[in-house]
């Protein structure tokens, strides 16, 4: 046994130390990566996880009062602190419902006949009289600051304009009223006892010269022949841009377009079920069919072979006849309550039941959700009965992120991402698969371009180069990683799309001239005699192309205008078009283009590295024994370099996917499903970088961007699991070479 000597010793127990404290610093630097990704995953699942939670209703005040009369309607102020009632004698009551008490009353019209209101934004109200006359009013509510408090006024206001119309010559009693009301104008319309239909339209004009707005009331002329059934006339409205009438019989829809004063009947549709009423949905795009057996179904106006009609959506089954149906204001979500006292939330473009409970014993006399859509107001025969609902985002579901819907005014079911608007009538669209497919597309287009310009490059590098050369190639293809991809994506938008644009079959004839042009170039150097091939060093030879490849290129651009003529009539974008083919300048080919560029270096650097460390006895052996270089390269150094070069495509692909500052400049940026390669997309990371910085904090589109970030950060962690695997197997089965 050998002696240590004592500064042996020492050293050796040094040596240790130093190994234990390298070794807890590479095991908890390991663990450190893999807690702070953990830590990304659950903060990211954190701030998604509100969107897919359920809906919760939850009792939060009574207030024990029994009126006289029957109840016409009920609404409330923003926060569903005060409320009012309307009964049938046109009095209006103000409620405070934190308190309990009654705030005061006011006497709007007397001899009231028939009520009716606009949809919740324009809060109009309308009373028809015995004598023909219509009297609007509109309900509001001020709010004042006296010491710190916040404090409610109800106010009653009339339309100024005409405080009451005489709608009817005859003075008939009115029967029935529909309202639409605005700034600028207005339609009213109403059927009287003796069974005729009347309407009158309201039109503003401002006197140029005095600034003075001046109102008129035009009859509106129907179309008599097409004036039938009045009797049996169940319910109307009037959309808020008075533009159509929806009139409804118990087994018929009819849709009446106005204009110049004039109604006309655009349409005529069967139902099958005995209808009850007509309620407009928020935004008035939609309008709701309500059916005796407890059916509810929502319509709207699709473009179909350039022509316009109501079509049948959804269908929603409540289960018992609805009693009261109040749609949100800002929102395409309705509150129901059956006869049978069951609540039901719904929300109508997902077809999602949000909640449904058995809630009420009482009999409802109305139902309204403020407009802030976190509360609900109900008044049964034993009074008031307020709730608190949580239901912050309910026009998300797995459907709507995933799937086609069908959403208003397109003609179908789609796959849409369009997150803001200017008006708030504006439903957001949250579908993720636009995105993802831009994403996919994006990439699938840069790796086309990128992957095998880098990995033929990476083989000749590593293969033919002399080591002289490669000593010159190497280095200055694997800096160019370090360039800013925002430089990279500033030149593909103001310089590289204008120049694709307008030598659209140049770009494309290089794809085909490039390659064919080496080959012939190859042969016509292989047929040389050998004194000329031995004046160029062997693994220079490449050197040749450059002139050659820069000259062909030079003519392509200068001449691919004959090309353009002879095979497309002198314009290959008019010629695109009439085959239905959409031309964008910021398109895949140029994401591609650029984007293949900055991902050359990556896949090229690990490619050339796999293929240069194959052991030099195995390719030197497969010579000796007779192979070719050609067969040497393909049986023994891509088979051993194989898990290599596939991990570099998966570098590459990567680091594609995650790309954001060249898809944001390079690219229309339009979240559209279309793989032509002359159409834009937009990304996933993209679209996290440009509405990210307009969202609210806590809105449903804050957390459907970092749902949009989840979803890359899966990808992306599938992506390389997979790659790895791969990679493995390929390692395992090469490693007998």
């Known amino acids: 046994m050998a002696y240590a000597k004592p500064n042996q010793r020492a050293r050796d127990k040094q040596r240790r130390v130093v190994d234990l404290i390298m070794r807890i610093w590479v095991k908890s630097s390991g663990i450190g990566i893999i807690a702070a990704l953990m830590l990304i995953c659950f903060y990211l699942l954190a701030v998604i996880a509100p969107i897919f ?114 709608l009817d010559e005859k003075q008939q009693a009115l029967t029935q009223l529909a309202l639409s009301l605005t700034a600028t104008e207005g339609v009213v319309l109403a059927k009287t006892q003796d069974e ?49 009438l929806y009139l409804l019989y118990q087994h018929e829809l009819q849709v009446w377009s106005l204009k110049d004063h004039k109604a006309s009947l655009r349409e005529r549709i069967t139902l099958i079920d005995s209808a009850q009423k007509l309620v407009l949905l928020s935004g008035a795009h939609s309008v709701l069919v309500q059916f005796e057996n407890g059916d509810l179904s929502q319509w709207f106006d699709t473009i179909n072979n350039e022509k316009r009609s109501l079509t049948l959506i959804r269908t929603f089954h409540v289960g ?107 439903e957001s669209k949250f579908s993720l698969m636009p995105l993802a497919f831009g994403t996919l597309k994006a990439a699938f287009y840069a790796l ?29 293809i694997e800096i160019m990683e370090a360039l800013p991809t925002v430089i990279i994506g500033l030149l593909a938008g103001i310089w590289l799309a204008p120049i694709v644009e307008n030598n659209l079959v140049a770009v494309f004839s290089l794809f085909v001239f490039f390659p064919l042009s080496m080959i012939i170039i190859a042969f016509i150097w292989h047929i040389l005699p050998a004194h000329i091939m031995r004046r160029l060093p062997r693994g220079q030879h490449a050197i040749l192309l450059i002139p050659a490849l820069i000259g062909i290129g030079y003519l392509t651009f200068q001449y691919g205008y004959l090309i353009e003529s002879w095979l497309f009539d002198g314009d290959l974008r008019h010629y695109l078009g009439d085959k239905g083919v959409g031309y964008d300048q910021r398109n895949a080919l140029v994401v591609g283009i650029a984007m293949g560029a900055a991902i050359i270096p990556t896949i090229y650097t690990i490619a050339e590295d796999a293929i240069f460390s194959v052991p030099k006895h195995l390719s030197e052996g497969s010579l000796a024994l007779g192979a070719t270089q050609w067969q040497t390269l393909t049986k023994v150094v891509l088979l051993t370099a194989s898990p290599g070069i596939f991990s570099a495509v998966m570098m590459g692909l990567g680091r594609a996917v995650g790309e954001t500052m060249i898809v944001l400049m390079a690219t229309g940026n339009t979240p559209i499903m279309d793989g032509n390669i002359l159409e834009g997309m937009r990304t996933l990371a993209a679209n996290i970088a440009i509405e990210m910085p307009e969202s609210e904090m806590g809105s449903t589109h804050f957390r459907m961007l970092f749902l949009a970030a989840f979803l890359l950060f899966v990808f992306t962690f599938f992506v390389n699991s997979l790659a790895e695997w791969i990679r493995q197997g390929l390692r395992e089965k090469y490693r007998s070479l």
Not at 123 to 130: E, K, V
Not at 229 to 237: A, E, G, Q
Not at 451 to 476: C, D, E, H, L
């Open 320 to 426: 018992s006849p609805i009693s009261q149906l109040a749609p949100e204001v800002y929102r395409k979500g309705i509150s129901i309550i059956d006869t049978e006292g069951n609540l039901a939330l719904i929300h109508t473009t997902t077809e999602k039941a949000l909640y449904r409970q058995h809630v009420f014993n009482d009999d409802v006399l109305a139902v309204t959700q403020p407009p802030n859509a976190q509360k609900l107001i109900v008044l049964t025969k034993s009074g008031w009965e307020c709730f608190e609902v949580t239901n912050p985002h309910p026009e998300v579901s797995v459907q709507s992120v995933f799937g086609k819907m069908w959403y208003e005014g397109y003609p179908e079911p789609a796959y849409i991402w369009q997150s803001t608007a200017a008006n708030d009538d504006f």
């Open 448 to 476: 086309i371009f990128a992957g095998p310009i880098a990995i033929g490059s990476a083989i000749y590098t590593a293969y033919f180069m002399s080591s002289n050369v490669r000593r010159y190639v190497k280095p200055t």
């Open 196 to 244: 005729r239909l009347l309407g009158i339209e309201l039109d503003s004009v401002v006197n140029q010269m005095t600034g003075e707005t001046v109102w008129k009331a035009v009859p509106i002329e129907f179309e008599q022949d097409n004036v039938d059934k009045i009797s049996s006339l169940l319910s109307m409205v009037i959309t808020p841009n008075n533009d159509f």
């Open 53 to 166: 939670t359920s809906v919760t209703v939850e009792p939060s005040s009574e207030y024990a009062v029994s009126y006289p009369g029957n109840t016409l309607a009920i609404g409330s102020d923003e926060q569903g602190k005060m409320a009012y009632r309307i009964d049938d004698t046109g009095r209006v009551q103000f409620i405070d419902l934190i308190n309990k008490k009654l705030v005061s009353e006011q006497q709007i019209i007397e001899h009231s006949t028939t009520f009716t209101s606009t949809i919740e934004s324009q809060d109009w109200f309308a009373f028809g009289d015995d004598e023909g006359r219509v009297q609007f009013a509109q309900i509001g509510f001020q709010t004042n600051y006296s010491k710190g408090n916040r404090q409610l006024i109800p106010l009653v206001e009339k339309f100024t304009p005409f405080p009451s119309i005489q």
